[in-house]
């Protein structure tokens, strides 16, 4: 059964630091994986998108690396800012069921002033 | 170039009637999904369709709930005799391709009384 583990389940971090969100998935055959951010009562937002050849892809302050041997990503969040409080979702899409993809349950990032 | 566009945004319903949530897709998509997300849960897939026709529903549960995507006009998707237990916010998200990153809508919030 195809499956994606987020964590951790929430974080909350101080303004102006780091962070860093795993994702780590069974889903196979892989064809590619995708981060969103999800505002509160929004629609998820694509920010990264990869492939199996890609092992990082940066999008401003967030940068997504992937381990396909390992099946993991992780998305980085640099100087992190109040507006990056959100949900952030991880997706992974199988080679061989067109269409469907297997969602995290996300992380909430919480950031402070 | 208007993103994906949904509504009604809120929408509330007695038991036992019938709720219709459309989805327009992003001009030039003919991919189309939808997704349930319950409260402080993560998105759940329900279905995924290609103009005039499913290709996969295996998330959609079998009875009471349909989806289409016609020719013309946006996608439906039709909830009859809803319960309580169908209260969650309907995403719909389109892509140009089948495994192409998904634009979501910012979804329709059904609330059952």
């Known amino acids: 059964k195809n499956q994606v583990e987020q964590s951790p389940q929430s974080l909350i971090i101080l303004e102006g630091k780091n962070c860093t969100l795993q994702c780590n998935y069974t889903v196979s055959p892989f064809s590619n994986l995708r981060w969103y951010k999800q505002d509160t009562g929004r629609g998820p937002v694509s920010l990264t998108i990869?492939?199996?050849?890609?092992n990082t892809k940066s999008n401003g302050r967030y940068t997504a690396t992937l381990d396909a041997d390992t099946k993991q990503s992780s998305l980085h969040i640099t100087a992190s800012q109040l507006s990056d409080s959100a949900s952030y979702i991880c997706v992974v899409s199988d080679g061989t069921n067109a269409g469907k993809s297997t969602f995290g349950d996300g992380t909430t990032l919480t950031v402070k002033p | 170039n208007a993103g994906v566009m949904q509504n009604p945004r809120h929408l509330v319903r007695r038991r036992g009637q019938e709720a219709r949530l459309r989805c327009s897709p992003m001009k030039g998509h003919s991919h189309v999904y939808w997704y349930r997300q319950l409260p402080e849960e993560g998105l759940k897939f329900m279905v995924y369709?290609?103009?005039?026709?499913?290709?996969?529903e295996s998330g959609m549960p079998k009875e009471r709930f349909s989806a289409e995507f016609p020719k013309e006009g946006p996608s439906i998707l039709r909830i009859q005799q809803v319960v309580r237990g169908d209260s969650a916010a309907y995403f719909c998200a389109s892509s140009p391709l089948e495994r192409a990153a998904q634009h979501f809508g910012d979804g329709t919030r059904l609330s059952i009384l």
């Open positions: 990869m492939t199996f050849s890609e």
């Open positions: 369709l290609q103009k005039e026709n499913i290709i996969d």
